[in-house]
C-alpha cells in the first residue's frame, strides 16, 4: 500500500480514473494493470492558501495487495443479560450503550431530558418566549448538548481510541458517509436528531433500555458493593421516584449537570477544581468570513468558511470555540435567572451569520476570592457571570457590543441585526466581564484582525455575553487504569460532565472506553 496525495478544483468530483491515473504514477506500475488499483480517500480538506483545491488522501493498493475494510462488531441481544447504568443520553453515555451491546451487556439509561423531538418543543419555549426547562434544554436532552450545536466531529487524534468506531457507528446510523473522509466533519442539527433516534431505537430493539425524564437524585453503594440510583420523574409525565440497581455504573452526565457535582460534594466523594474557557459569543455576516477565508475568490458552490484559531495574552491562551459557519446563536440556559449562549448550524450551513465563542483560559488561582467553594470554585464563579449577565438585560435578551466599541471600551450607538432570537440588548460588555477576560479579549480582536483574518476585527461584527459552557469546571477524578472513581469501584466517571472530553468524538471515545473496561 502507498499513500498519494491528489488535488482537484472545488466544486468538481474526483474520479476513479484520476485516481488509478495518480496511482500508476506513484506506485511505478504498468498502465496496464491501472484499473486493477484499488483505492480508498482517507482525508479531504480545502486548501485556500493559493488557488482553492481540495486536497486528497488515497491509499492506494497494487492487485496483489490485501485491502481490508473496516468493520464494526454485531450487537448482540441483550435483554436478559446484566445491567450497567449509564447516566445520561449524551455521546459518552449513547457510544458507551453500543459498545455494550457489542460485548453481550445491558445499557440501562437514564436520561433527565426528554427524547430528542420532544426537546425541541422545550427550546422552542425557551427562545420565544424565555421560559427555562432546567430538565430540557439545549444542554438536556436525548443525544446531548452536541446534537443542537451543529455536530461538529473535529476530534481526529487516535490518542483516546479508534475514532473509526464513532464515525463509521454514525455513518450506520444515518449520517453522511463523507464525515469518514471530511477534515472538518460535521452533521448538522437538523440531520442528528434522527441519527440519535435510529441509535436509541437499536439499543432498545437488542435489549437496552431508556428512560426519559429520570434525573438522577442519589446514588447509593449497597453493602453487597452494587449501586441504587435514585430518579425524580418529571411531574408533568410521571409521578414519584424510582430506583435503578446495578454493579456497574457509567456517570455520563454532561459539564452542565451542576446538581451532580453538589451531590458529590455533599457526601465526601472527591471532586477536583478544574481549568475553563469563559468569553463572548462573536457574530459576523458570513459574506465577510467566506471574503477572509477565500481571499475574495468565494463562489456559491463551495463550503461555506469557517475559521479557528488560538494565540496567547499576557499568559493565558485565547481560542476560538465551537466556530459555528452559516449558524445560529442560541440560549443554553439551564436554569431561570440564568444567561449563557451558543451557536448552531444545520447540514447547510445557509443562515447569513457566522458565530464563535472566543474565550480565555481561566484557572482556579485566578480568582482566589472563589477558594472558599474548595472544588466547586471555579462552578460558582460560572454561575455568577451568567447570573450578572441576565440580571443586566433582566430576561434572555443578550448584552451585546459591537466588536471595535468593545476594544475601545465605548458604549455602540447602535447594534446591527443577530441571528439571536431572544434579542440583544446594547450593554457595556466590557465591563460585565470580569477584567481577566475583557483585557486579554480587547488585545486579541485586533491581534487576530491585523495577523491571522484581515477584515475580521470590524465594527461590522458584534460581541455577546457570554460564553461560559465551554467545559466542565470540575473534574470527578478516576483511576488512570480502571477508570473507576478514585474512592467508588463500580462508578466510572466518563466523558465532559467529567472532565474527560471535550466534543461529540472525545465523549464518545471515552464512553466506549468506560464501556470497554466494564
Known amino acids: 500500500m502507498k499513500e498519494i496525495e491528489i488535488t482537484c478544483k472545488l466544486g468538481k468530483e474526483l474520479s476513479a480514473d484520476e485516481i488509478q491515473t495518480s496511482a500508476v504514477r506513484a506506485l511505478g506500475v504498468s498502465p496496464k494493470i491501472k484499473e ?87 427550546m422552542a419555549k425557551l427562545s420565544r418566549e424565555g421560559i427555562v426547562n432546567p430538565d430540557s434544554n ?35 446510523f444515518g449520517a453522511d458517509p463523507t464525515i469518514l473522509i471530511d477534515a472538518h466533519p460535521h452533521i448538522g442539527s437538523d440531520k442528528l436528531p434522527i441519527v440519535v433516534e435510529n441509535i436509541r431505537n437499536c439499543i432498545v430493539e437488542h435489549g437496552g433500555e431508556y428512560h426519559f425524564d429520570s434525573r438522577v ?40 449537570a451542576r446538581d451532580i457535582y453538589e451531590m458529590f460534594d455533599r457526601k465526601g466523594w472527591e471532586l477536583q477544581a478544574k481549568g475553563f474557557a469563559l468569553g463572548v459569543r462573536v457574530e459576523h455576516p458570513q459574506s465577510l468570513i467566506n471574503k477572509i477565508q477565500y481571499h475574495g475568490k468565494y463562489q456559491p458552490y463551495m463550503p461555506t468558511a469557517e475559521y ?5 495574552v499576557l499568559e493565558r491562551g485565547v481560542f476560538s470555540f465551537c466556530m459555528c459557519p ?56 460560572q454561575q455568577d457571570i451568567e447570573k450578572k449577565m441576565f440580571e443586566y438585560t433582566g430576561s434572555l435578551k443578550a448584552p451585546a457590543q459591537r466588536m471595535m466599541d468593545f476594544c475601545r471600551r465605548i458604549p455602540s450607538a447602535n447594534l446591527p441585526k443577530s441571528s439571536y432570537h431572544p434579542g440583544v440588548e ?78 461529540i468524538v472525545s465523549s464518545a471515545l471515552d464512553g466506549i472506553n468506560c464501556a470497554a473496561k466494564i
Open 36 to 122: 486493477q488499483l484499488r483505492y480508498r480517500i482517507v482525508r479531504r480538506s480545502i486548501d485556500a492558501r493559493n488557488d482553492i483545491i481540495y486536497r486528497y488522501r488515497v491509499e492506494v493498493y497494487k492487485p496483489d495487495e490485501e485491502m481490508t475494510e473496516y468493520k464494526l462488531e454485531e450487537y448482540k441481544d441483550v435483554s436478559s443479560a446484566e445491567p450497567v447504568i449509564i447516566i445520561g443520553a449524551g455521546p459518552a453515555g449513547m457510544f458507551a450503550a453500543l459498545r455494550l451491546l457489542m460485548k453481550g451487556l445491558k445499557p440501562v439509561i437514564l436520561e433527565r431530558g426528554k427524547d430528542v423531538h420532544a426537546r425541541k418543543f422545550d
Open 138 to 172: 439545549y444542554c438536556f436532552g436525548e443525544g446531548g448538548a452536541g446534537t443542537f450545536s451543529d455536530g461538529k466531529l473535529y476530534t481526529r487524534s487516535s490518542k483516546r481510541g479508534d475514532i473509526r468506531e464513532v464515525l463509521h457507528q454514525l455513518v450506520r
Open 217 to 256: 437524585t442519589d446514588i447509593v453503594k449497597r453493602p453487597d458493593g452494587a449501586f441504587d440510583v435514585i430518579t425524580a420523574c418529571h411531574p408533568e409525565r410521571s409521578k414519584g421516584s424510582a430506583t435503578y440497581t446495578a454493579k456497574k455504573v457509567i456517570l455520563a452526565t454532561g459539564h452542565s
Open 308 to 312: 479557528s484559531f488560538v494565540t496567547q
Open 326 to 381: 452559516g449558524g445560529i446563536l442560541v440560549p443554553a440556559a439551564t436554569a431561570e435567572g440564568e444567561l449563557v449562549l451558543n451557536g448552531m448550524s444545520n447540514s447547510q450551513r445557509n443562515s447569513k451569520w457566522a458565530n464563535s465563542g472566543v474565550v480565555v483560559q481561566i484557572e482556579p488561582e485566578d480568582f482566589p476570592e472563589y477558594a472558599q467553594y474548595g472544588a466547586l470554585a471555579l462552578l460558582r464563579f
Open 426 to 503: 446594547n450593554a457595556p460588555l466590557h465591563e460585565l466581564l470580569p477584567e481577566h477576560v475583557s483585557l486579554r479579549l480587547k488585545y486579541a480582536f485586533p491581534e487576530i484582525g491585523n495577523k491571522k483574518m484581515h477584515g475580521y476585527y470590524t465594527n461590522d461584527a458584534l460581541v455577546l455575553g457570554v460564553e461560559s459552557r465551554t467545559s466542565s469546571p470540575v473534574r470527578i477524578p478516576r483511576d488512570p487504569e480502571t477508570l473507576e472513581h478514585t474512592q467508588i469501584a463500580g462508578l466510572y466517571p466518563c466523558g465532559e460532565g467529567a472532565g474527560y472530553a471535550g466534543g
